[in-house]
């Protein structure tokens, strides 16, 4: 929470840049990549701007990889509301809905989400909606573990196998998007099996 917090450079590959930028500068190579929600979509940006850095990608509960149109316009129009006046009070409710099941959790979670200031919460937001990770994951040619909370009718899991058919695919049972902090010992299993097979 001490890092700077400059007012642009929050666009999807901005961020997979950062993390490259970071790993060159601490001497890491050959990671595994886990990244929750937006952190998922970083991951697949890295995996294909930086093929040979990562070793494989975990994508937990990613944000929209293959976005639908109307999944774009949500994020740009959730963008514009958190520029809002009511901008806070939109995303601690967006934030509080996102699924978690234990009520003091859940009240964690929009706690430490809504610790970053509001504009950099819409820049983030925006950079999501401006983002297409089809090109992206077609081009990460390295192990991908996509973790998901559930699959339904309008899932995009099915879209996502068709762009990468190597992909694993997991499924949790009983939590929400924050599966990692509510059901962690499903998500490591699911991980280190993911692993041993793929490395």
Not at 174 to 184: K, N, W
Request: charged share 25%; with cysteine; net charge negative.
């Amino acid at each position: 929470g001490r890092s700077d917090r400059p007012t642009d450079g929050y666009s999807i590959s901005g961020l997979a840049d950062d993390v490259a930028a970071f790993c060159g500068a601490v001497g890491i190579g050959k990671p595994v990549i886990v990244g929750h929600s937006l952190g998922g979509m970083i991951a697949v940006e890295l995996g294909a701007r930086y093929p040979a850095l990562p070793s494989a990608l975990v994508l937990v509960d990613p944000g929209p990889i293959d976005p639908e149109p109307e999944t774009v316009e949500f994020f740009s129009g959730f963008a514009k509301q958190l520029e809002g006046s009511d901008g806070e009070e939109t995303r601690r409710a967006y934030v509080g809905d996102m699924g978690a099941r234990d009520e003091e959790l859940a009240r964690w979670i929009v706690e430490h989400m809504c610790a970053v200031e509001q504009p950099i919460a819409a820049a983030v937001i925006r950079g999501v909606s401006e983002w297409n990770g089809r090109d992206p994951l077609s081009r990460c040619k390295l192990p991908v573990l996509l973790l998901r909370t559930e699959i339904r009718a309008d899932s995009d899991v099915l879209r996502l196998l068709e762009i990468k058919p190597d992909l694993e695919v997991g499924i949790t049972v009983g939590a929400g998007h924050f599966h990692q902090l509510e059901v962690p010992e499903q998500v490591n299993a699911m991980i280190e099996r993911f692993l041993a097979i793929s490395l």
